[in-house]
């Protein structure tokens, strides 16, 4: 395997479809088993032609080109290239309160989409919204595939986790706190905190180690992760 991003996703780009499978499923040395769900889509909802190519990953890196073929047996996934391997990009960690209502859903995508590492969501002082275990794990569960489809659409090859929620000051040591006032985001900024929109109690600030400021205007908390998230991929840049 060799690494070689900025050819890869050329590549991905230039593919019809860019497919999801597990880690033991990806392959260079015969047809790639599918998922009904994903062998449906491919062939009933994107409708690809034989001889169409795709990109195929595990979201561990690794990733691959294939062929579509049609069977009596439904649709092929015939790799066309070796398996090749992208190290993990310097990404940014996210850390953000629940916002309200389907606004988690938009956070996560979009913070995918900008090739944010992890999205951790929070329960601070100030927060609305807080979840049982019971309604986490759910809203985890339905997260993580908002994540997946948002992984295929920007033809990422690393999955995003999504985790959490985490008590607010279990964390914040260990991060820098988007707050106005703050220094301007470096590339050394690995893990960045976003509050409620209530705003970080006096407690929650004086546990972080820095503040960082991500503009003048006072911005919702998913819009305030998704400028963490354009701030971080241009200071790395």
Do not use: C, Y
């Not at 994107?46 to 979201?59: F, H, M, Y």
């Amino acid at each position: 395997m060799s690494g070689a991003p900025a050819a890869g996703v050329e590549a991905r780009r230039r593919a019809a479809a860019h497919v999801l499978v597990e880690p033991d499923h990806l392959t260079d040395s015969g047809p790639i088993e599918l998922t009904d769900e994903v062998e449906h889509h491919l062939r009933r909802v994107v409708r690809l032609p034989d001889g169409a190519e795709v990109s195929i990953t595990d979201g561990a890196g690794n990733w691959v080109l294939a062929r579509v073929q049609h069977d009596r047996n439904g649709l092929l996934l015939t790799p066309s290239t070796h398996v090749d391997h992208e190290p993990r990009p310097d990404a940014v960690r996210l850390a953000s309160a629940i916002p309200k209502g389907d606004r988690v859903d938009w956070l996560v995508q979009k913070a995918t989409e900008l090739g944010a590492d992890e999205v951790m969501l929070l329960h601070a002082q100030h927060s609305v919204v807080r979840w049982n275990e019971q309604r986490a794990d759910k809203q985890l569960t339905r997260l993580r595939r908002i994540a997946d489809e948002a992984l295929r659409q920007s033809r990422r090859v690393w999955r995003m986790e999504v985790s959490g929620p985490r008590d607010a000051s279990g964390i914040l040591p260990d991060a820098v706190l988007a707050e106005p006032g703050g220094r301007s985001l470096a590339a050394t900024d690995s893990f960045v905190a976003i509050g409620p929109e209530g705003g970080w109690t006096d407690d929650e600030l004086a546990l972080a180690r820095e503040k960082v400021d991500l503009g003048e205007n006072v911005l919702r908390t998913e819009t305030a992760v998704v400028a963490a998230a354009v701030l971080a991929a241009a200071a790395r840049r």
